[in-house]
């Protein structure tokens, strides 16, 4: 609630207001309509408000960064996120003998289950981002331009980003994957083409459907673990 609504807002909530605000102008008008003043007005604030909080631009975008993080990372809650087969407990392949056919197998096992459920959660977050989110899209990738230009923010950007990737890297190494680092570069750079894509480039014309994004997604981790080949058969979206 803001200043508009007829309610100031507290301390500890004018920081996050200003941040969402920058956000929405980025979304709304570019890098050229974010401005201190713009801030204040958007939010309802008095005049140096924001100015007050992030007294230079660079600190403002900053802001605006660490926002970005904290509403993404929103997007796909952790109990959405699949849980890794070698997490769970199993007595399959305890009794194939010591040696590289049985991790073989056990890795053939694991890449082949856990690609529906990998599938399942990025092809939501996909969705979620395109029909309910195209505005952090939008405003991400504003920031994204400019870090290229401000080293500072780069750093600033590069943090944030690593606690999106980290994960990616941690499931394909769970689910089999014999090069995890490599195959999440795959799989971060394939979501974000299709992300662009559907929100600024060719195909922003229509969202992809759930069903769609999710068989993409089983097409694209089938080729990277093992023993996934023989689960696409059941990614299909017969009957959706």
């Known amino acids: ?59 403002l975008l900053e802001a605006a960064v660490g926002r970005l993080a904290e509403r993404e990372a929103a997007v796909l809650t952790p109990d959405e996120l699949p849980r890794p087969q070698r997490d769970r407990p199993s007595g399959a392949g305890t009794e194939a003998g010591p040696g590289a056919g049985a991790a073989s197998g056990a890795g053939s096992a694991a890449g082949g289950a856990e690609v529906p459920a990998l599938a399942e959660a990025l092809s939501l977050a996909l969705h979620r981002y395109l029909t309910h989110h195209r505005e952090l899209l939008l405003a991400r990738y ?58 600024a480039g060719q195909f922003h014309a229509a969202v992809p459907t759930r069903a769609a994004l999710r068989t993409s997604c089983a097409e694209l981790l089938a080729g990277m673990l093992p023993g996934a080949g023989a689960s696409r058969g059941g990614t299909g979206v017969a009957g959706e």
């Open 1 to 59: 609630m803001n200043a508009r609504d007829g309610h100031a807002p507290s301390a500890a909530s004018r920081p996050q207001l200003i941040a969402d605000t920058a956000l929405r102008l980025l979304a709304e008008r570019g890098m050229r309509g974010l401005t201190h003043r713009a801030v204040d007005e958007a939010a309802g604030l008095p005049q140096g408000s924001t100015s007050n909080l992030a007294r230079t631009r660079a600190a």
């Open 142 to 199: 504003e920031l994204a331009l400019e870090a290229t230009r401000r080293p500072a923010l780069r750093e600033v950007y590069d943090r944030a980003g690593r606690a999106f990737r980290e994960p990616v890297v941690t499931m394909l190494a769970a689910a089999g994957s014999a090069a995890p680092e490599r195959h999440a570069l795959s799989v971060v750079a394939w979501c974000d083409g299709v992300l662009f894509s559907c929100t």
